[in-house]
């Protein structure tokens, strides 16, 4: 079958990989795609933007049968609305239901009507009103924009005057725009952080997996926060007796929330969890795969992908298996110096990029001139390996990061680290 693949990060990469095995898969359109996407199929450069004409005008010439969207922009601004008028089959949720990611007011006020464990909030469209909160409160705060933020709208604060800069840097400086015109103000908490991913078909559901991302640009999580530095998948540190108080207290309501609210979730929703002393906490939903979890989560799925997304789709997940390789994953991402701030693009990419047996080069900011690779963008790779321990996954993706250069590079080398110290406990 022609399938149609939206994006081009990292993630996509990876999910262009992972359709392309599929032998379901006869032709494999990227759209946009980047430098490296090319290996797994044809990239066509459309514009990612509403109404989709571009998207609308390839599909019915290339006569697609299945699209796959990738980022959470093209799915809040209902992208898959638009194909699904048009009889095309879609792998992602709705426009409503993609307010999860959407919209994180929505999410909390969704969050609290069904009783599913969050931080203690409030919601303000008034940085007066928000100031003034804080300053009576007297203490620090998590502070998130309401809209997209290309996953650098929530900012952690440690002190009260962090707090207050945070909400004049969103609301008064408008750092991030529009997304900033209404903000939530939530409890700090403390814990440890896990990704649970699910794919769903708005009844029933299927663990997909768990990892760990690294945020902050620098080693021991320090500095700003990135789009994500690597991740690591499985976590070694989840017990059956979590799993089940995650799938009690936090999936299965969501799932029959969102078919209460009228608009049933289909496709993968990722939960940005805190595992806190009083148990596992919401601190986000994101309505697609993270990057880059994707990176190190699909080279560990058996399953076919493209089975899967059909079988979301029609409503038939009850009716697959799914499959993994046994082991860990780790991908390690190479960056732009100066990212997540300004950065230069253009500079030549050198060494061994090619896949190895259980190592991958997943390519994100590149693009392709003349046979070489080049930056284009802040997170440039994603170097992802299986292994059959932790250490062992680690051990082989830096290994691999090693071989690669471009001046300017940056890269953190502490990925897993987390995980070697619980295995290690």
Known sequence: MNIALIGSGGRESALAWAISRSPLCGSLYILPGNGGTSKYGRNVLVELKPPFNDILEFVELARIELVVVGPEEPLVNGIVDVLSKKKVKVFGPSQKAAR???????????????????????????????????????????????????????IVCKTVDETLEAIRRIMIKKEFGDAGNKIIVEDVLSGIELSVFIVTDGRDYKWLATAQDHKRIYDNDEGPNTGGMGAYSPVPFLDEKTRFIIEENIIKPTISGMQKEGTPYKGILYLGLMLTDFGPVVIEYNVRLGDPEAQAILPLLKTDFVELALATIEGKLNEIKLDFYPGYSTCVVIASGGYPGPFRKGYEIKGDLNDENDIFVFHAGTRLENGKFYTNGGRVLAITARGHTLRESIEKAYQKVEKIYFENMHYRKDIGKKGLNFCRS
């Not at 007011?105 to 969050?118: C, N």
């Not at 203690?120 to 300053?135: L, M, R």
């Open 100 to 154: 999860l990611e959407g919209s994180k007011a929505y999410l909390k006020e969704f969050l609290d009507k069904y009783s599913i464990p969050t931080a203690k909030f409030k919601i303000f469209s008034d940085s007066e009103e928000a100031i003034y909160f804080v300053t009576k409160s007297n203490k620090p705060f998590v502070v998130k924009t309401d809209g997209l933020a290309a996953g650098k709208g929530s």
